[in-house]
């Protein structure tokens, strides 16, 4: 069942084709910028020059964190899952304004920010200091910037911007209902957000990022590909980073990410990574392709993300900082015509027994 017209983004999982306010999303990752497809998704039209320039100045004007956040993220616990993290600090962020008025700035404020966010972590973690943001570039080098303090190189940027672009928004998947079913209640913009950052946390969803890296790592080497799959797939265990609900062919993303993949590992010296991955890719697809099974987004994400200096843990905050772009807009656009979103559940239960007083309960 639908939960509702939409016309921000058309997955055909038939063809593998994905479309977002109507462009091929093959034409964003070869030509536009996160900063453009965030445009794109909230505004409904592809910005014009102007537009593009005056939207990436308000977009880089508001990365810089609140003092009590920043406070937070050097106190809390280095061991806390990044996605808890997260969780905490966007909600501090959202305690200032509660109001459900302007979901707009707040939702373009809050992709500002959550770079910010995620490198600080990443560098406090490591006992390195949080770089502050440089309003001179692009939300993907400066994302980049703040996690190593180097300026990416031209593939480092690119790889990041269409990753980014990538994974901004994709119809209603797991998370970004849990955002609408929130929003409908009229709540605020910014507890719809931690809905969607609780429910991308889990390894069925954002997380089968990190558990397919994890699983390149753990193969080591690409002669050990076939042994490793053969055993996993006759135990009956699922191969991260692949299957999906709607795909039944190959995820688009995961075409485009691939070649992001094979750059990268070149570029840092842990190409044996992708060669591994492409194996599986092969053994994997031979093996399952004809239930439906194909690589999905998260097959090789995970491996551009480490590639570009970001710890397994952190990926599925990645992964965060460009879908907040999808939920915003799917919320915004939901509340246009709000209805309370109240599903029924199947009883299967009894009813009218009787009631047995504690003491003469066995
Ligand atoms: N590896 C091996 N077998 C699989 C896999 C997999 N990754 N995914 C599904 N199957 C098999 C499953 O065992 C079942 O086989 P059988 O019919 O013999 O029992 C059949 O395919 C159907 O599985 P299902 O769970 O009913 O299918 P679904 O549509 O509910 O699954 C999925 C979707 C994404 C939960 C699942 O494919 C999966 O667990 N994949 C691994 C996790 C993953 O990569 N998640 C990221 C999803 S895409 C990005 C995102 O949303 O974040």
Same mark, same amino acid.
């Given at each position: ?141 400066? /994302? +980049?910037?703040?996690? !190593?303090? *180097? #300026?990416?190189? %031209? ?10 672009? &990538? ?48 699983? /390149? +790592?753990?193969?080591? !080497?690409? *002669? #050990?590909?076939? %042994? ?10 699922? &191969? ?123």
């Amino acid at each position: 069942m639908a939960v509702k017209e939409t016309s921000i983004t058309y997955i055909d999982g038939k063809m593998g084709r994905l479309f977002y306010r109507g462009y091929s999303i093959f034409d964003l990752a070869e030509f536009s910028s996160f900063e453009e497809v965030a445009f794109l998704l909230w505004k409904n039209k592809l910005p014009n020059m102007r537009e593009l320039e005056s939207f990436k100045k308000t977009m880089s004007e508001h990365r810089d964190l609140p003092d009590q956040v920043m406070e937070y993220l050097t106190n809390v616990d280095p061991s806390s899952n990044p996605m808890d993290v997260l969780r905490t600090a966007v909600s501090m962020i959202g305690t200032a304004d509660t109001s459900q008025d302007d979901i707009m700035t707040k939702s373009i404020k809050l992709t500002s920010k959550i770079p910010t966010l995620i490198t600080a972590f990443q560098r406090i973690r490591s006992g390195e200091q949080p770089i502050p943001p440089d309003p001179s570039l692009s939300h993907a080098s400066n /994302f +980049l910037y703040m996690l !190593s303090g *180097e #300026k990416p190189t %031209e593939i480092e940027e690119r790889a990041m911007d269409v990753a980014l672009i &990538l994974h901004a928004d994709h119809e209603m998947n797991a998370s970004t209902f849990a955002c609408l079913v929130i929003a409908s209640t009229l709540s605020d913009i910014y507890s719809s957000v931690i809905g969607g950052i609780s429910a991308l946390k889990g390894p069925l969803h954002g997380a089968a990022n990190s558990e397919a890296l994890k699983m /390149f +790592l753990e193969i080591g !080497s690409p *002669e #050990k590909v076939e %042994e490793y799959v053969y055993k996993r797939l006759s135990r009956k265990e699922r &191969l991260m980073g692949f299957g999906h609900r709607i795909y039944k062919t190959y995820d688009p993303r995961a075409i485009i990410l691939r070649s992001y993949a094979d750059k990268v590992t070149k570029l840092k010296g842990n190409h044996h990574l992708y060669e591994i991955a492409r194996k599986v890719e092969d053994l994997a697809v031979r093996t399952l392709g004809e239930k439906g099974i194909y690589p999905n987004v998260d097959f090789y994400s995970g491996l551009v993300f480490y590639s570009l200096g970001f710890s397994p843990g952190f990926f599925p905050t990645v992964f965060a900082s460009s879908r907040v772009v999808g939920w915003t807009a799917q919320v915004m656009e939901y509340l246009n015509d709000n209805r309370l979103i109240r599903p029924k559940a199947i009883y299967v239960g009894d009813v009218e027994k009787p009631y047995v007083p504690i003491e003469d309960r066995s």
